[in-house]
């Protein structure tokens, strides 16, 4: 009877923890005359709330210690990006000294575990500045920022979403650098030891740092003490973000020492602010003699100018204190991951990832271009991959600070286990491929702990000579990187290149591009169990991929045609080039023939299993309604494939309209702008998208200082260019997913490839408000927006024998899933009408009685919001109509 007792007290503690939101949304247009909180750069796209700080605070009064290994009763709502709320199970995670944090109560760092999808976590604090929060998630990272100045609303955006310019160089020369080979491979054993490691850390700053933290909170006139206690809250929401990203990738946390306040220089500091290399040799002795060199364990110096510099693997070691971030912002996601994460990754013994000619490491050069992750240099240095870099470290970056901290950088922190197990990844073949052909890399992976598991594909082929650069994938590179990083995710397969790529008929898009050519591929799978708050486990499992010189293109040679229609029941002939793939080392006699009913998203219907790979196979086509279908032929027993290079349809016809619109615009481009510009077409047009073009008329002096974005009626933001030119001028350029990389010149023009695939709109409603997101990252240059224009492609569905129905009327559309269905029937047959989905699942079927005039109406109101074909059959005489439920 206790236990029962028990168990319903722990059930109402439990709802009611989740009773309590301290979150209410807010409408931005209504704070508009509000004081907002000073930002480099707003997101494109976020949402705004109000929180009852007070009330959340006395809520996390009661968040264990991590550490403690007890579970926490202490349940906190979060806002996602996408505005969603979301509940964690929170315990303190301070990042500062017991000592120091007793000085400061008001200074606080925790760390959760997402209640409904556990491979999420938080890292947040809360300080005089208010909240600050960072949401790890394999949907993307999140962000909570103070909105307005008097801390009663906050901004949450996913970290996608904030685009900007970037003023910041890392000045590590490692080509000077002698390091050990092996410290540059990811090894093929468990990287984690289930120790979470704490290094104590000497923080100092530049008297300009601090200047700018102090004004941020108001404190000008405070007393020196006062000043101190604003600039180490600055120093905990950098480092509360900065830890979240080392604990869940390394198990590794910084603790900030207890007499940091030494190094927190207010009104004078004899350092060079803005003078990178002067201020790395200056603070080494600073740390030492303020702190102490026996009471610390690693250094660094942050400013407000200078940008980056740091010795390589030199924690634990003598010195242990050289280590410089410095930016004219030093607040925010860039400055705390792009920058400090960074530079204390170079501390931490990880060198430069990207291979581009600034800065960089021929032995660890395995990411193409700029790169994308922590220790690269994405919006740097073109050519960029993206703005900003993603917050976690690379295999080769992992391996490099794994061997460290098992090498000189573990003598030390303080161990402690932390009762995690790491991930156990399942035995992976290598594979021989054809070339020019995509491939898809499968892995797998348990976790002793059932923690739910985050995998990561990565090449891991450096471009080893400091002479040679190819910053830009070549499907004639006969070695470095043609694959970019992507983040972790929940799925433990990767298409290379991407499958909406491939879908669109391009083998070789910008980062990721196939071989044309012989040679050898090496992959790392890193498999994460994100777990908080005392270090998450991470293993590695390495592959090889030959490329044979005498093997493909494996290409798909049947249904290329559009316009293409299939009967249910019907035979039809599938062929393919089977391009030497039985024999040259690829050795795959059999294929499996897929069908994908939803325009490509999945192919999880079988025409045909392991049949001879012999380039022909009769298929009997399923008996379904699905307008947007491709084919897949995959060999079996090995991870190459190939899809057919048009959509067709199965059971319905399908229509295509392509429609020029346009916006002469005729605006200014405002010059150094914090927020981006828009500018509209309005299409009242319906449809589905097939696909989108995007023209662009820009007169504007250095357009490296532009950045374009396209957003749809969905909401869907779609990068199409930001800084790939330099000091040319004038953009006039039409972005098509069948472009070719840009051409910069003076006027730029062509048809070029945007940044991410414009394929990202298919299948959403064409009809709506299309955005073009438009904006000046940089001083000086200015220019015009003259006009821009959208070629969209859109389809409509009809029955098969549409003609025999023509007076059939589907109404009200758009419905909430209720609705009726009328029409004259041809004769005495039953009625059958069924809906599917637009990847042609079958969702509801019902016969009716045929009594003449037929009249029914439908009442499926659980059906989630989206686009629907609703097929109305008359004996032989069947109609198809699309419907959207909201």
């Known amino acids: 009877m206790r236990k029962g007792l028990l168990v319903v007290c722990m059930v109402m503690l439990f709802a009611n ?394 003598n030390c922190p303080v161990e402690t286990p932390n009762g995690n197990s790491a991930p156990v990844i399942t035995d992976i073949p290598n594979y021989t491929i054809p070339r020019a052909t995509a491939f898809v890399l499968r892995g797998n992976a348990t976790d002793a702990d059932g923690d739910e598991l985050t995998y990561c594909w990565e090449q891991t082929n450096a471009n080893g000579s400091f002479t040679t650069v190819d910053e830009v994938p070549d499907p004639f590179n006969t070695s470095g990187p043609n694959f970019r990083s992507l983040p972790p995710s929940l799925s433990p397969n990767r298409y290379m290149p991407a499958l909406e790529s491939v879908l669109a008929g391009n083998l070789t898009p910008t980062w990721e591009v196939t071989s044309s050519l012989g040679r050898v591929f090496n992959f790392a799978l890193t498999v994460r169990d994100n777990q908080t708050p005392n270090g998450g486990q991470t293993s590695r499992e390495n592959i090889n991929v030959t490329v044979s010189s005498n093997a493909g293109p494996f290409r798909v040679l049947s249904q290329n045609e559009s316009g293409i229609t299939w009967e249910g029941g019907s035979e039809q002939t599938i062929t393919w080039d089977v391009a030497g793939t039985t024999a040259n080392n690829v050795n795959t006699s059999n294929v499996n023939i897929l069908l994908s009913t939803d325009a490509g998203l999945t192919f999880d219907t079988v025409l045909a299993a392991n049949t001879p790979n012999d380039g022909s196979e009769t298929i009997t086509v399923p008996d379904l309604s699905a307008p947007f279908c491709r084919i897949m032929i995959e060999g079996a027993g090995n991870i190459f494939y190939a899809v057919n290079n048009e959509t067709f349809s199965v059971g319905v016809e399908v229509t295509t309209i392509c429609t020029d619109y346009e916006n002469v615009a005729n605006v200014p481009i405002p010059d150094n702008g914090t927020v981006y510009s828009v500018s509209e077409i309005e299409i009242t047009d319906e449809g589905l998208v097939q696909s989108v073009e995007v023209s662009v008329d820009i007169t504007h002096t250095y357009i490296q200082d532009l950045a374009l974005l396209m957003q749809s009626p969905a909401g869907t933001i779609i990068p199409l260019y930001f800084g790939n030119c330099g000091s040319q001028d004038d953009l006039n350029v039409t972005f098509s997913d069948e472009g070719s990389p840009i051409n910069c010149t003076s006027p730029t023009t062509g048809i070029v490839l945007p940044l991410e695939q414009l394929a990202g709109f298919a299948g959403e409603e064409a009809e709506g408000t299309w955005t073009l997101l438009y904006g000046d990252g940089a001083q000086d240059d200015t220019g015009t927006l003259n006009a821009w224009s959208l ?96």
Not at 52 to 67: F, M, N, S, W, Y
Not at 334 to 343: G, K, L, Q, R, T
Not at 807 to 817: A, E, K
Not at 847 to 872: C, K, M, P
């Open 17 to 410: 923890s989740f009773a309590q939101n301290f979150w209410n949304r807010a409408d931005k247009d209504k704070l508009a005359t509000a004081e907002k909180t000073e930002r480099v750069s707003y997101p494109t796209k976020s949402s705004v709330f109000s929180l009852d700080i007070t009330a959340l605070k006395a809520a996390l009064e009661g968040a264990p210690q991590r550490g403690s290994f007890t579970g926490s009763s202490v349940i906190v709502p979060f806002p996602d990006g996408d505005g969603n709320i979301k509940h964690f199970r929170i315990f303190e995670a301070s990042v500062t000294h017991p000592d120091l944090a007793a000085q400061h109560p008001d200074i606080k760092s925790y760390a959760g575990q997402c209640i409904e999808s556990p491979s999420s976590s938080i890292r947040f604090s809360t300080t005089l500045f208010g909240l600050h929060a960072m949401m790890f998630s394999a949907q993307g990272t999140s962000y909570i920022d103070p909105y307005t100045k008097d801390g009663n609303y906050y901004i949450a955006y996913k970290r996608e979403n904030l685009k900007g310019p970037r003023n910041f160089g890392c000045l590590v020369n490692e080509e000077m650098q002698q390091e050990d080979t092996a410290q540059r491979q990811p090894k093929s054993v468990n990287a984690s030891d289930g120790i979470l490691r704490t290094y104590r850390l000497a923080m100092a700053c530049t008297v300009e740092y601090a200047a700018f933290h102090v004004n941020a909170a108001g404190l000008n006139n405070a007393t020196t003490a006062e000043k101190r206690a604003a600039v180490l809250a600055a120093m905990n929401v950098t480092m509360t973000r900065v830890n979240g990203v080392y604990e869940r990738d390394m198990a590794i946390t910084m603790e900030i020492v207890p007499n940091n306040e030494n190094i927190i220089y207010i009104t004078s500091d004899n350092l060079a602010n803005d003078n990178a290399g002067t201020l790395i040799s200056q603070i080494q002795t600073v740390i030492n003699n303020a702190i102490g060199f026996t009471n610390y364990d690693i250094g660094h110096v942050v400013s407000t100018g200078g940008g980056g510099l740091a010795s390589l693997a030199c924690v634990c070691t003598s010195d242990k204190a050289r280590g410089v971030t410095g930016s004219f912002a030093p607040v925010g996601d860039p400055f705390d991951i792009d920058y400090v994460a960074h530079e204390m990754g170079h501390q931490f013994g990880a060198s430069h990832t990207f291979n581009n000619s600034f800065q960089r490491n021929g032995p660890t050069a395995v990411e193409p271009g700029s790169g994308s992750t922590i220790m690269a240099y994405a919006g740097i240095s073109p050519p960029n991959v993206q703005n900003n870099s993603d917050d976690y470290f690379h295999a080769v970056s992992i391996a490099q600070m794994e061997n460290f901290i098992n090498g000189a950088g573990g």
């Open 791 to 886: 070629n969209i492609c859109r389809q409509g569905t009809s029955g098969t024998n549409d003609v025999s129905l023509s007076d059939l009327t589907v109404y009200p559309n758009p419905n909430n899933g209720s609705f009726s269905v009328s029409f004259t029937p041809n004769g005495e047959n039953d009625i059958t009408i069924a809906i599917y989905d637009m990847r042609g699942r079958e969702v509801y079927q019902k016969q009716y009685e045929n009594r003449g005039v037929f009249t029914a109406t439908v009442n499926e109101q659980d059906l989630q919001s989206g686009v629907y074909l609703v097929s109305v059959s008359d004996g032989a005489a069947r109609a198809v109509r699309k419907i959207v439920i909201q």
